[in-house]
């Protein structure tokens, strides 16, 4: 039985109810809810109609295929860009559809033409739609990027629906990239491109064309205030990989980072440099996460994670400050990392190694806007927290990772020999790791217990008149 009433769709987070209230109930976001009348769908799933329906069709059984099946490996196809490569899990999968999300002016465009052009110099045929651009702003972008003379078709369109008949058309076409999901418009759906109903009708048409053709889709996706990519959370679920491009527009950095992929590592990390002459790879990243190091004098609170991410080992240096103990209650501050990991690692510091925490401010930062999720990552961030409360340096020529257990045991990370290995190819001599790692060149320090840790730190040279001594005595002999 067809309604001929409206609902209310959710445009954070695609969930759909009967009347409309300032706050979605299902994501909580405010003002996030918008009418959307007289959509198809209004009739109850199972009503009697449907169920009649169903009654008639005699539907076929699956064709049930075997695990131990010839599938050959998916062919990749490389974009040109190492670290898109990289991020992607190895290049493009034919048929296979990626999500790009970032900030507007982070380089989204900038980026798939440098991408799409470096296919099309592959031999590949390739395709951009843009619903933001001109055609004059993208030539004048291509020429600026060294483009202007690879084999791109353009398009300035809107209409899903052409873009995915031009992905038939082109049984060749080898990648189609969409700039951006939130200006199209799938036809017989009546809401406004961008709200969530578009999006999905827009996503679902460009993606089935993709998947039968074989050319691999990326869709753009504008990033909201809060970080997601606005409207279609619900387009995570469509696509086989979500990337998002991520960095401070003020700075030349960007990161690019895989949260999901079907085809690879989900947590892979690619990193560039915004330049006058579009993106540059930076082959090096852990040169970028490592603050100044050389030549400087030693500091307190700092020390460097030996983490892994994706595919390969990234060294991050992390950095705390402690405060003197204060009447007011104490301020805790975290950027780049989880603040119920700091809270933990502060109260295991408390009472498995007697460190007097409480009452004093603490602030906890990652270098180089790197969020750092690794549980390895709690060794590098107690090593900086006590260093700062001790006032001793860490040493200097060391790294760390190792997971913090709440019984003070520190646990290893997988990938051991990559971090350490990576560790002696950036010219650290020293890590203060958990369990048997083993290095040729590096000098190891088991770190089994965290109050290990704090002896390591504890013998270092007293830099300024220590916070406190009541508990120092525990730590000298
Ligand atoms: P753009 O790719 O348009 O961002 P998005 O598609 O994510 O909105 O990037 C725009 C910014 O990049 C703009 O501020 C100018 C800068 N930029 C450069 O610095 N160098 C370049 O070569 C190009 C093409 C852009
Ligand atoms: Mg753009």
Same mark, same amino acid.
């Given at each position: 039985?067809?309604?001929?009433?409206?609902?209310?769709?959710?445009?954070?987070?695609?969930?759909?109810?009967?009347?409309?209230?300032?706050?979605? @109930?299902?994501? @909580?976001?405010?003002?996030?809810?918008?009418?959307?009348?007289?959509?198809?769908?209004?009739?109850?799933?199972?009503?009697?109609?449907?169920?009649?329906? *169903?009654?008639?069709?005699?539907?076929?059984?699956?064709?049930?295929?075997?695990?131990?099946?010839?599938?050959?490996?998916?062919?990749?196809?490389?974009?040109?860009?190492?670290?898109?490569?990289?991020?992607?899990?190895?290049?493009?999968?034919?048929?296979?559809?990626?999500?790009?999300?970032?900030?507007?002016?982070?380089? /989204?465009?900038?980026?798939?033409?440098?991408?799409?052009?470096?296919?099309?110099?592959?031999?590949?045929?390739?395709?951009?739609?843009?619903?933001?651009?001109?055609?004059?702003?993208?030539?004048?972008?291509? #020429?600026?990027?060294?483009?202007?003379? !690879?084999?791109?078709?353009?398009?300035?369109?809107?209409?899903?629906?052409?873009?995915?008949?031009?992905?038939?058309?082109?049984?060749?076409?080898?990648?189609?990239?969409?700039?951006?999901?939130?200006?199209?418009?799938?036809?017989? +759906? #009546?809401? =406004?491109?961008?709200?969530?109903?578009?999006?999905?009708?827009?996503?679902?048409?460009?993606?089935?064309?993709?998947?039968?053709?074989?050319?691999?889709?990326?869709?753009?996706?504008?990033?909201?205030?809060?970080?997601?990519? =606005?409207?279609?959370? +619900?387009?995570?679920?469509?696509?086989?990989?979500?990337?998002?491009?991520?960095?401070?527009?003020?700075?030349?950095?960007?990161? $690019? *980072?895989?949260?999901?992929?079907?085809?690879?590592?989900?947590? !892979?990390?690619?990193?560039?440099?915004?330049?006058?002459?579009?993106?540059?790879?930076?082959?090096?990243?852990?040169?970028?996460?490592?603050?100044?190091?050389? &030549?400087?004098?030693?500091?307190?609170?700092?020390?460097?994670?030996?983490?892994?991410?994706?595919?390969?080992?990234?060294?991050?240096? +992390?950095?705390?400050?402690?405060?003197?103990?204060?009447?007011?209650?104490?301020?805790?501050?975290?950027?780049?990392? &989880?603040?119920?990991? $700091?809270?933990?690692?502060?109260?295991?510091?408390?009472?498995?190694?007697?460190?007097?925490?409480?009452?004093? %401010?603490?602030?906890?930062?990652?270098?180089?806007?790197?969020?750092?999720?690794?549980? =390895?990552?709690? $060794?590098? !961030?107690?090593?900086?927290?006590?260093?700062?409360?001790? #006032?001793?340096?860490?040493?200097?020529?060391?790294?760390?990772?190792? @997971?913090?257990?709440?019984?003070?045991?520190?646990?290893?990370?997988?990938?051991? /020999?990559?971090?350490?290995?990576?560790? @002696?190819?950036?010219?650290?001599?020293?890590?203060?790791?958990?369990?048997?790692?083993?290095?040729?060149?590096?000098?190891?320090?088991?770190?089994? *217990?965290? %109050?290990?840790?704090?002896?390591?730190?504890?013998?270092?040279?007293?830099?300024?008149?220590?916070?406190?001594?009541?508990?120092?005595? *525990?730590?000298?002999?």
């Amino acid at each position: 039985m067809a309604r001929s009433s409206s609902r209310y769709v959710c445009q954070s987070c695609g969930s759909v109810s009967g009347r409309w209230s300032g706050k979605c @109930e299902a994501c @909580e976001a405010w003002n996030s809810i918008v009418e959307e009348v007289g959509t198809a769908s209004a009739a109850p799933i199972g009503g009697t109609k449907a169920t009649a329906a *169903r009654a008639k069709l005699r539907t076929p059984p699956l064709a049930l295929e075997q695990l131990t099946g010839g599938t050959p490996p998916q062919p990749r196809t490389s974009t040109g860009i190492h670290e898109l490569d990289r991020a992607l899990g190895g290049g493009l999968v034919a048929g296979g559809a990626v999500l790009l999300g970032g900030d507007p002016g982070i380089g /989204k465009s900038t980026l798939l033409l440098q991408a799409l052009g470096g296919v099309a110099n592959g031999g590949h045929e390739v395709v951009y739609v843009s619903g933001e651009e001109g055609i004059d702003q993208i030539r004048g972008r291509a #020429e600026r990027l060294g483009l202007a003379n !690879a084999a791109v078709g353009l398009a300035t369109a809107t209409s899903a629906d052409a873009a995915a008949a031009t992905i038939k058309a082109n049984r060749g076409l080898k990648l189609i990239v969409i700039d951006s999901i939130q200006t199209m418009y799938a036809e017989g +759906v #009546e809401s =406004a491109p961008g709200s969530v109903a578009q999006v999905r009708a827009s996503a679902q048409v460009l993606i089935t064309a993709a998947k039968q053709s074989n050319a691999a889709l990326i869709l753009v996706g504008h990033v909201t205030k809060d970080g997601a990519i =606005a409207g279609p959370r +619900v387009l995570e679920h469509m696509v086989d990989a979500v990337l998002y491009f991520e960095g401070d527009s003020s700075q030349h950095y960007r990161i $690019l *980072r895989a949260v999901k992929n079907r085809f690879g590592p989900a947590d !892979a990390l690619g990193v560039f440099e915004m330049t006058g002459l579009g993106l540059k790879e930076v082959p090096n990243p852990s040169t970028l996460f490592l603050a100044e190091r050389q &030549d400087r004098d030693p500091v307190t609170g700092a020390a460097v994670f030996a983490g892994f991410r994706g595919a390969r080992p990234l060294l991050v240096e +992390v950095q705390a400050l402690v405060g003197n103990p204060s009447p007011a209650s104490p301020r805790r501050a975290v950027v780049g990392w &989880d603040s119920a990991r $700091l809270a933990m690692t502060l109260a295991v510091l408390e009472s498995r190694a007697g460190l007097p925490f409480s009452g004093r %401010d603490v602030f906890l930062s990652v270098a180089g806007g790197l969020k750092l999720e690794e549980p =390895a990552a709690d $060794l590098a !961030a107690a090593a900086a927290l006590v260093s700062a409360l001790l #006032e001793r340096p860490v040493p200097n020529e060391s790294v760390f990772y190792g @997971e913090l257990a709440l019984s003070g045991e520190v646990r290893p990370a997988p990938q051991a /020999k990559s971090r350490l290995d990576e560790a @002696e190819r950036l010219g650290f001599s020293e890590a203060a790791v958990p369990g048997d790692a083993k290095s040729s060149k590096l000098r190891i320090t088991k770190i089994n *217990r965290i %109050d290990k840790l704090v002896q390591l730190i504890a013998a270092q040279p007293l830099l300024k008149a220590p916070k406190t001594s009541d508990w120092t005595d *525990r730590y000298d002999d």
